[in-house]
């Protein structure tokens, strides 16, 4: 018998296991402000290009905003379709992707579960390694979208609109978790989903039960428009298209902090060491599975897990 962890994944663990933290105690840096980009169509094609571009690649970015939309504010109207399944849906205590598997969540939520993002470059690529999930997503810089397959990041190509990054993606699998919007939500009491994210009421638990999640279309896409607003924060805008829910586009802005190796953030606990290191991060196996369905956790037995993968290597 192969001999296999033990290790129970939740939301939870992806958000413990992913934060750049250690606890040696705060030293003091700041980077230094982006130099200017070209306003070139084709920055982004060469190695020379490197230093005219923002730098999004000094350290790495974490956002403090919560990995789903919570704010009603940014509902758009539903097509009628849509509406019917949002008013017969039933607030879920998780999101989709808290199942066996260990799965990811696809984009957009993969860019906000707050283990960090870190930019890489090679002459026509951009790479962003999401830590939260363990994987990269790439973007194609200056280049036609061509053909294209469904996969859960979908297929990225991008261009610099002066100091912007525009990113468009479309061809989405359909497993990904797809939030419609912003319901009413569970009452507090029965609204925590994930072990490990505090009692209620807290807004992350509020949202998770607040969010609409639901099945998009072959013709969703999404448009991100990347940008430093000042040295130490990227702002990201998401449009989000999808005409067989909305009857107009989705946007929701949100704000990355940059976080360098001894650096030292003011909003961090005293004695917080941020790494802004890129770290290896692996989902092993899940025995707590989410059942939207029956919006409870069923606990798998380790042993009865491991007799199960053990007959699938067969």
Not at 210 to 221: L, N
Not at 246 to 260: A, E, F, L, S
Request: charged letters at 20%; hydrophobic letters at 35%; proline letters at 8%.
């Amino acid at each position: 018998m192969i001999n296999r962890s033990k290790i129970a994944v939740s939301i939870a663990a992806l958000l413990a296991g992913s934060i750049l933290f250690s606890a040696d105690g705060p030293t003091a840096s700041s980077s230094s402000a982006s130099a200017p980009a070209s306003a070139s169509g084709a920055l982004g094609s060469s190695w020379a290009d490197a230093e005219k571009m923002p730098d999004l690649f000094t350290g790495m970015w974490l956002t403090f905003s919560g990995f789903v939309e919570g704010d009603k504010k940014l509902n758009v109207p539903f097509t009628p379709k849509a509406q019917k399944y949002v008013d017969a849906y039933q607030p879920k205590r998780d999101i989709p992707y808290a199942q066996d598997g260990c799965k990811s969540p696809g984009l957009p939520l993969a860019m906000r579960l707050g283990g960090g993002l870190k930019f890489t470059y090679a002459p026509g690529l951009l790479s962003i390694y999401m830590q939260s999930v363990g994987t990269p997503r790439f973007i194609r810089m200056n280049q036609k979208m061509g053909e294209t397959s469904p996969k859960y990041y979908g297929t990225s190509v991008g261009h610099f609109e002066g100091d912007t990054l525009v990113v468009e993606t479309k061809d989405f699998s359909s497993d990904i978790s797809f939030q419609y919007g912003v319901g009413k939500g569970l009452p507090p009491a029965k609204s925590v989903g994930t072990v490990g994210l505090g009692p209620p009421p807290t807004a992350l638990i509020a949202a998770l039960s607040a969010a609409i999640w639901g099945p998009h279309s072959d013709d969703m896409h999404m448009v991100e428009r990347m940008r430093l607003i000042d040295p130490d924060t990227l702002e990201i805008k998401t449009t989000i298209y999808d005409d067989a829910v909305w009857m107009k586009p989705w946007v929701t802005t949100r704000d990355y902090k940059r976080i360098q190796k001894g650096s030292k953030a003011s909003w961090l606990p005293p004695g917080v060491k941020m790494t802004g290191e890129p770290e290896e991060w692996m989902c092993t196996l899940s025995i707590t599975t989410f059942d939207p369905k029956t919006n409870s956790y069923t606990d798998k037995d380790p042993e009865d897990m491991v007799k199960l993968l053990d007959q699938e290597q067969q």
